[in-house]
């Protein structure tokens, strides 16, 4: 069956930086874009960024545009999100997702990420 | 720049209908057929529950069906049950592959 298990989350300082990843099994990965979508505490869910299912080609919402980037590594079935200058407002759950025709079809349980002095 | 706005809340008791919209505000037209709502239980991953505007995956009950006029997108749930009780959102193309949701609506069951 699909799984997407995300890894890598932890407390972290304001400015700090950390890499989460997406580990994806039950599926031919390579054929797939996926998402980046985070959950702040108490609150909606906000789409981060996509990434091509050749790695060719990636986009990010405004609030992370510069500060977070995307890749992945299709022969070990891994998504990953570099995140760089954190802010306290990037604190929350990080979910990947599947994306098919537009849509988030699967997604893993997330990964939690706290930013504090 | 897309923005979709849902209620913050919406109820009903066992057995009745409640429907929760989503007004689509985007620039982007093409993007206003490609509408998914999702539910999520406390403390659980987001799941798929209408796709393509009104479509369904597999094993998600006919109690749960959506449609769109305009730029409002609907959800309906009917015959409320306990365990529908979660926050739904819902999520549209915006253009340059931007896939914003709605804010959630909170659906308790009386």
């Known amino acids: 069956q699909v799984q997407l298990v995300e890894s890598g989350g932890g407390v972290v300082q304001p400015g700090d930086s950390l890499t989460l990843s997406c580990t994806a099994s039950?599926?031919?990965?390579?054929?797939?874009?996926m998402h980046w979508v985070r959950q702040t505490p108490g609150k909606g869910l906000e789409w981060l960024m996509i990434?091509?299912?050749?790695?060719?080609?990636?986009y990010y919402a405004d609030s992370v545009q510069g500060r977070f980037i995307i890749s992945r590594d299709n022969s070990k079935n891994t998504l990953y999100l570099h995140m760089s200058n954190l802010r306290t407002e990037d604190a929350g759950r990080y979910y990947c997702?599947?994306?098919?025709?537009?849509?988030?079809?699967?997604w893993g349980q997330g990964t939690l990420v706290a930013v504090s002095s | 720049q897309s923005v979709l706005t849902q209620p913050p809340s919406a109820s009903g008791s066992p057995g009745q209908s409640v429907t929760i919209s989503c007004t689509i505000d985007?620039?982007?037209?093409?993007?206003?057929?490609?509408v998914s709502w999702y539910q999520q239980h406390p403390g659980k991953a987001p799941k798929l529950i209408i796709y393509?505007?009104?479509k369904r995956p597999s094993g998600v009950p006919d109690r749960f069906s959506a449609s769109k006029s305009g730029n409002t997108a609907s959800l309906t749930v009917s015959g409320l049950r306990a365990e529908d009780e979660a926050d739904y959102y819902c999520?549209?193309?915006?253009?340059?592959?931007?896939?914003?949701f709605g804010g959630g609506t909170k659906l308790t069951v009386l």
């Open positions: 997702a599947r994306d098919v025709n537009w849509n988030y079809d699967y």
């Open positions: 039950g599926f031919p990965f390579s054929r797939y874009n």
């Open positions: 990434i091509a299912d050749d790695g060719d080609g990636s």
């Open positions: 985007s620039d982007d037209v093409s993007g206003y057929n490609i």
């Open positions: 393509e505007v009104n």
């Open positions: 999520s549209s193309y915006a253009g340059l592959h931007k896939r914003p």
